[in-house]
């Protein structure tokens, strides 16, 4: 469930006019991530680094796919806690969310 502040902070986005619209297609989409399931002997294929970040309250089913996924990609993939948030920190803390990316992606 989302809280009120997240919801605001959503709102003042500037994509929040185009989430409304999508609106319609999102019970579609949630039964088709709800359907799907990682194949760690897949994600255990990838040879490139790969950076997985994970709010520290976002909700436990979403840190414990998100631990199983970096933990099933060899070699250099890292899971980055950002740390009193959830699942929308590229809304809640973009700053912090985009610098994590481009540390990421300059190494």
């Known amino acids: 469930m989302c809280r009120s ?6 709102k003042a986005e500037p994509m929040w006019q185009r989430r409304i619209e999508i ?5 579609r989409e949630g039964r088709t991530v709800n359907a799907y399931t990682a194949d760690p002997a897949r994600l255990g294929q990838l040879k490139m680094p790969v950076r997985f970040l994970v709010g ?11 631990a199983a996924a970096a ?9 980055v806690e ?3 948030q959830g699942h929308t920190a590229i809304d809640t803390v973009p700053d912090e969310f985009v610098a994590q990316v ?3 992606l300059k190494n």
């Open 23 to 27: 609106a319609p297609t999102l019970v």
């Open 71 to 79: 933990a099933a990609v060899p070699g250099s993939s890292e899971l």
């Open 56 to 66: 520290t309250v976002s909700p436990a089913a979403l840190q414990a796919s998100t």
């Open 82 to 84: 950002l740390v009193g």
């Open 5 to 10: 502040s997240s919801v605001d902070a959503m």
């Open 102 to 104: 481009l540390a990421f």
